[in-house]
């Protein structure tokens, strides 16, 4: 598929510039899934449906396992990835992180290693990341940990170059976002997944596909 660039005194094409062609696959938990959105979007088909694929084909296959940590997203990504990237297309990756790391008992360092295991493999073949944080729970007890996997999943990431967004840190104390969570038994809503739709949608997702942001 390509677009115009424009017309000549005779009404003719003068030239054709060919749509960018994306292929975008996201690997995660329960949350890149939706689980709980009465709607069934979650926070990446929100996103999706704000971005304008004028001038590109963009595709997007979403890969959730539920329960899932780094272990296991470094266990799987490059396969299932794999099979979804085309030799001509632009390749991208999005991980939605969680704190699943902290209930299978994996230390910081494991996760870090975990992580950067997977962002190296991605420069290696040339597959540009975009990594989403965990968000924050209803348990103090359980953000505290959460909190140090955060900073350090996000100083994995940016070291590589890589873009990350925080969801941990704004949605720790908003009002919407806990109470999102404690209507819905401890994970999000409508609401919930609108608001880390937000987040990535204003952190960096535009400048990461390499368009302006629409008005």
Known sequence: MATPIGLNRHGRKEGLVEDRKLRIAAVGDELLAGLGDPRALGWLGRVL????????????????????????????????????????????LVIGLSGRDIEFGLSTARSRLNLANILDTATQNR??????????????????RLADLNTAFADVTTRRKHLYVDTFSPLLNHEQW??????????????????????????????WLGMDAPE
């Open 49 to 92: 449906a704000r971005t304008p694929q004028d001038g590109m084909v963009m595709e997007a296959y979403a890969l959730p396992c539920p329960q899932e940590g780094t272990e296991g997203l470094a266990a799987r990504w490059q396969e299932e990835a794999g099979r979804r990237f085309g030799d001509q297309h632009e390749n991208r």
């Open 127 to 144: 597959i540009e990341v975009f990594v989403v944080g965990p968000p924050p729970t209803l348990d103090p007890v359980q953000n505290r």
């Open 178 to 207: 806990r109470q999102d969570l404690a209507a819905n038994t401890g994970t999000p809503g409508q609401a919930g997944y609108g608001l880390m739709a937000w987040l990535v949608l204003h952190r960096g997702w535009f400048q």
